[in-house]
């Protein structure tokens, strides 16, 4: 086995990787996708954590020369940032051994995921993206949802990142042109816009492992997000289920489904799904590690995580099937109710004596001018909860809500 990992864009929770593969005796190697990590990720980029950088400059194939001398079996994403590259450095390094070539985009551009549904007869959200108003108003009225609540985000966005909800017979092309040729979070101009009819229902996260085209689950969550205006997605909460909670069955089958229609034949799968009343539909779907602290909680309710899944199966060889819910775990993200100066960071004092309490952070320091919350990069500050009783993190986490209500946010 070659003693070298190469990871691409090394980013958010895919910084984990690093250590990781070092513990199983492997060397990490760093790709870039760019000169520099889009601006959402510059905290978590840590070079001096590989034995070497490389940078992709414009050539695929300039570039996989330079990693030939690896002698690599295998390259893994780190990131959304890095998922295109990945495909396209594995293809050329170790053919057939990545996820299906032909289908990259739909693992990446939420428009291609549901083309991908769509061809392989997999019920999914309707849909349309374009640079030109005028064929999406046709589209609208093609498929009757003008006046209905709708549903706008670029196409090659992350973690609620520009996404707005219109309300019945709101301005929907006020909305259109806010994300039109913007530059997002991930530093991508957004040619196109993405219009989705809306999804009523619970938001459920499916974290899998894949091998060979077989998938595994790693966890399932249940989300609970908020609105402020029009911008949704706005995390709130997430909390851990056991492989035998009723949803379960319910949204995995169909998850493999989508995993299947996207090509996703080895490695980590990401997945966001909505249960609706007509079943299970899907938000998104990413082929890297879940995001936004995700690894650290995972493993602390499931013992496991993307992350350890990857390592083993990439340098141990062992593949697991399913996974257990060790703790009873909630993720808290809370909010900064607009942009302002943060006064009161002591009002979190105390909170390590709750009974479930197991980790915070808070992402800024006293008096420091916060961005309002609206989406998962512009958190205020992240709780995890834990305990062996549900009602006890019930109760904490009201405890939590109290304290993030007392917040001050003074205006610049």
């Known amino acids: 086995m070659s003693k070298y990992t190469i990871i691409v864009d090394p980013l958010s929770t895919g910084q984990e990787y690093a250590a990781a593969f070092k513990e199983a005796g492997q060397t990490p190697v760093a790709v870039l996708s760019a000169a520099e990590p889009p601006p959402a990720y510059t905290a978590s980029w840590h070079p001096e954590d590989f034995s070497q950088v490389h940078y992709f400059t414009g050539d695929v194939e300039a570039l996989a020369d330079q990693l030939r001398v690896y002698e690599p079996e295998y390259l893994v994403p780190?990131?959304?940032?890095?998922?295109?590259?990945?495909?396209?450095?594995?293809?050329?390094?170790?053919?057939?051994?990545?996820?299906?070539?032909?289908l990259a985009s739909a693992r990446r551009d939420k428009w291609q995921m549901a083309e991908a549904l769509a061809v392989a007869g997999v019920p999914h959200l309707r849909q349309v993206c374009t640079s030109d108003p005028v064929v999406a108003e046709q589209w609208l009225k093609e498929n009757d949802l003008l006046g209905r609540r709708l549903v706008i985000k670029p196409p090659k966005s992350a973690a609620g990142d520009e996404v707005y909800i219109v309300f019945e017979d709101g301005d929907w092309r006020e909305r259109f042109d806010r994300v039109l040729g913007r530059t997002n979070k991930l530093n991508l101009r957004n040619d196109e816009v993405l219009i989705q009819e809306y999804a009523e229902g619970t938001e459920y996260l499916v974290d899998s492992y894949t091998v060979d085209g077989k998938h595994s689950l790693v966890d399932v969550c249940r989300y609970t997000k908020t609105s402020r205006g029009d911008k949704i997605g706005i995390y709130r909460r997430i909390d851990f289920l056991a492989p035998d909670d009723p949803e379960v069955p319910e949204i995995w089958p169909y998850t493999q489904q989508v995993l299947d229609a996207v090509g996703i034949?080895?490695?980590?799968?990401?997945?966001?799904?909505?249960?609706?009343?007509?079943?299970?539909?899907?938000?998104?779907?990413?082929?890297?590690?879940?995001?936004?602290?995700?690894?650290?909680?995972?493993?602390?309710?499931?013992?496991?995580?993307?992350?350890?899944?990857?390592?083993?199966?990439?340098?141990?060889?062992?593949?697991?099937?399913?996974?257990?819910?060790?703790?009873?775990?909630?993720?808290?993200?809370?909010?900064?109710?607009?942009?302002?100066?943060?006064?009161?960071?002591?009002?979190?004092?105390?909170?390590?004596?709750?009974?479930?309490?197991?980790?915070?952070?808070?992402?800024?320091d006293e008096n420091a001018i916060v961005p309002e919350t609206v989406d998962l990069f512009t958190c205020l500050a992240w709780v995890i909860l834990t305990h062996t009783n549900p009602q006890t993190l019930d109760e904490d986490y009201q405890r939590v809500l109290a304290m993030e209500q007392a917040i001050r946010i003074d205006t610049p």
């Open 78 to 102: 780190g990131a959304e940032s890095g998922v295109e590259l990945c495909d396209q450095l594995t293809e050329i390094l170790v053919p057939g051994s990545g996820n299906v070539p032909a």
């Open 265 to 364: 034949r080895t490695g980590c799968g990401h997945s966001e799904v909505m249960l609706t009343a007509d079943g299970p539909r899907l938000i998104e779907v990413a082929a890297r590690p879940a995001g936004g602290g995700h690894q650290l909680i995972s493993e602390l309710a499931t013992g496991d995580n993307h992350i350890k899944r990857t390592v083993a199966h990439r340098v141990h060889g062992q593949v697991r099937e399913n996974f257990d819910l060790v703790h009873h775990t909630r993720g808290i993200f809370i909010s900064a109710p607009s942009e302002g100066y943060f006064r009161n960071r002591e009002v979190f004092d105390g909170i390590e004596s709750l009974k479930s309490f197991h980790w915070m952070k808070i992402l800024h």
